[in-house]
């Protein structure tokens, strides 16, 4: 279950599990909770109570979700199609659900992820985000045969949106907000953004990691 995998998670500078029991505080307790078996049971049960009280804001968010991508849709792909050329997405239906917790997981095989339906300001910036993802990694495992890169592809990918997503190009798609990518990550996502408005041909950028 995404809340079990994600209470007490931290990464670069991020807590997921304060992202959490921020919006749910009863879930605290579980972190405490030994048995595997007995947090996922209480979790699950938290879950449905959850969904059946917050059904109507949950469907609202939803919607909101949907129209707001509507409208922006098309000029994101544009854009990402200008950066990976002749690259093509994945094959697959790539799904996003509303979760009612704020940890926001990708799953590249199932082409699918999660956003946190409080936050609809942020919809499209999230979707955006986890979107590029999929053609990222995808870019990323046709072209790069660099064994070091490889290890580090996820911090490539993740420094990567958050260059591309804080340019005025996508500026004019999602709506511009804070800084975007992970704090331990400030100080190579500066050198980065340097790098891609010398040169947004994006094997060369990725070259240039680490260098």
């Given at each position: ?27 605290k307790m ?114 790069i045969k ?66």
């Amino acid at each position: 279950m995404i809340c079990g995998r994600f209470l007490g998670f931290k990464l670069d500078g991020v807590n997921f599990g304060e992202g959490i029991t921020y919006f749910h505080p009863n879930l605290k307790m579980v972190e405490n909770i030994a048995s595997q078996r007995e947090r996922k049971n209480t979790i699950s049960k938290y879950v449905d109570e959850f969904y059946n009280e917050n059904k109507k804001e949950i469907e609202t968010a939803l919607q909101v979700m949907q129209n707001n991508w509507k409208k922006v849709e098309k000029d994101f792909f544009k854009e990402v199609k200008n950066i990976f050329g002749k690259h093509d997405w994945p094959k697959g239906e790539y799904i996003a659900y509303l979760s009612i917790f704020n940890c926001n997981p990708t799953f590249l095989k199932d082409k699918n992820f999660q956003l946190f339906y409080l936050l609809p300001k942020e919809f499209n910036r999230m979707i955006a985000h986890e979107m590029l993802h999929f053609i990222f990694y995808s870019y990323f495992e046709d072209n790069i045969k660099d064994k070091s890169k490889k290890k580090k592809s996820w911090l490539i990918s993740e420094v990567f949106n958050a260059v591309v997503l804080n340019t005025k190009e996508f500026h004019n798609i999602i709506q511009p907000g804070k800084e975007l990518g992970y704090p331990d990550h400030k100080e190579i996502i500066s050198k980065m953004k340097k790098e891609w408005k010398l040169d947004k041909r994006i094997f060369n950028w990725i070259e240039k990691f680490d260098k």
